[in-house]
């Protein structure tokens, strides 16, 4: 089977990079046609140089990085530098990049590449606020049925918020953007807190990282160091929970996976639950399905995908 045609809309962000690296070591599962930077966990000129970052870590540097929208569409920026540091890629000490950004905004790449590539070949894969995705079906209605699928990483149901109490920070920091996405009629396969939960990166796991003694293994390791001080501490859990890269993951073995194909809607009207995704897990409405919702994952296998993916770099 060919290698998957996709773009990745993110805000690095610690496990947005295990998810670009992942993503970047898998050559035979996916073809990585651009990054799209978005503000997120922090501020856009910091996830626009944090992509380009990662890439020069991977070695992978003919890969082209946009800078996209620095604010979601009617809200203001509510960013995450509690959980990643104010660089946002708090933990490894990397060198600033030399790639340049791309010419352009990352809206129409995502926009022009939809148009040029063959209709269904392309998979949008978004790691954060979904404000770069919604402004490009804003702007051109035509792409939505030229999408093969987005695969994304938000929202959560029986882990609840993490944010708020109901909402997960990519759904609550654009939560209008995630509405046109969700009423899109795209096929979306959600990753929610649900399953990202269940990916803890263990000590023994961070290990199987830094063992493999390379700049992406340490890197990644010292990353999760960081990263999951904020996550043990408020869940007491045995590790970070590495929510990104489940979506690339899911893109080489969706096998790893399971989920139920369900109603989610976006809530944007009230200020107590704003973000929140109300997720028909039980199916107690008539409203039409319109996305897979991940609620599990074979944690083992997860991470001896990463581990070996992690040491071709
Ligand atoms: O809630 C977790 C999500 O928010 C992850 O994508 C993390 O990188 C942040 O963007
Ligand atoms: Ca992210």
Same mark, same amino acid.
């Given at each position: ?32 046609? /651009?990054?799209?930077?978005? !503000? ?25 990085? @946009? ?17 990643? /540091?104010?660089?946002?890629? $708090? ?6 990049? *030399? ?6 905004? &990352?809206? $129409?790449?995502?926009?022009? *590449? ?16 979904? *404000? ?11 792409? !939505? ?52 939960? #269940? ?7 961070n290990d199987a990282f830094r063992n493999l003694g390379?700049? &992406?293994g340490i890197a990644v390791a010292q990353?999760t160091d ?5 996550? #043990?501490?408020? @869940? ?13 993951? @899911? ?25 929140? *995704?109300? !997720? ?14 991940? /609620? ?18």
């Amino acid at each position: 089977m060919p290698a998957q045609k996709i773009i990745i809309d993110t805000d690095p962000g610690q496990d947005d990079a295990v998810a670009i690296l992942l993503a970047l070591a898998s050559p035979e599962d996916v073809e990585v046609l /651009g990054l799209t930077a978005v !503000a997120g966990n922090v501020p856009l000129d910091l996830t626009a140089k944090n992509a380009r970052i990662i890439c020069e870590l991977a070695g992978k540097v003919d890969v082209p990085v @946009y800078a996209g929208c620095d604010r979601p569409l009617g809200r203001d920026l509510v960013t995450a530098e509690h959980v990643h /540091g104010k660089t946002g890629l $708090d933990g490894p000490d990397l060198p600033d990049p *030399t790639m340049p950004l791309a010419d352009g905004h &990352a809206v $129409d790449f995502i926009i022009d *590449t939809l148009r040029s590539e063959p209709a269904g070949t392309v998979t949008l894969c978004p790691l954060g606020p979904l *404000t770069n995705i919604a402004t490009a079906l804003q702007n051109a209605p035509d792409i !939505a049925e030229r999408v093969q699928q987005i695969v994304l990483m938000g929202g959560a149901y029986f882990e609840v918020g993490n944010i708020t109490p109901a909402a997960e920070f990519n759904i609550y920091v654009d939560p209008e953007a995630a509405d046109i996405v969700f009423k899109s009629g795209i096929e979306i396969v959600v990753m929610p807190l649900d399953v990202t939960h #269940k990916a803890l990166v263990t000590q023994s796991r961070n290990d199987a990282f830094r063992n493999l003694g390379t700049p &992406a293994g340490i890197a990644v390791a010292q990353m999760t160091d960081f990263f999951e001080r904020f996550d #043990k501490e408020k @869940y007491g859990s045995s590790g970070a929970p590495l929510h990104d890269p489940c979506v690339t993951a @899911y893109l080489i073995k969706p096998e790893l996976f399971s989920g139920r194909h369900i109603n989610v809607e976006i809530e944007t009207g009230s200020t107590l639950t704003l973000g929140m *995704t109300v !997720a028909d897990w039980w199916r107690v409405t008539d409203r039409p399905a319109n996305a897979l919702f991940i /609620g599990d994952l074979d944690a083992d296998g997860f991470f001896d995908l990463l581990t070996e993916r992690l040491a071709r770099l």
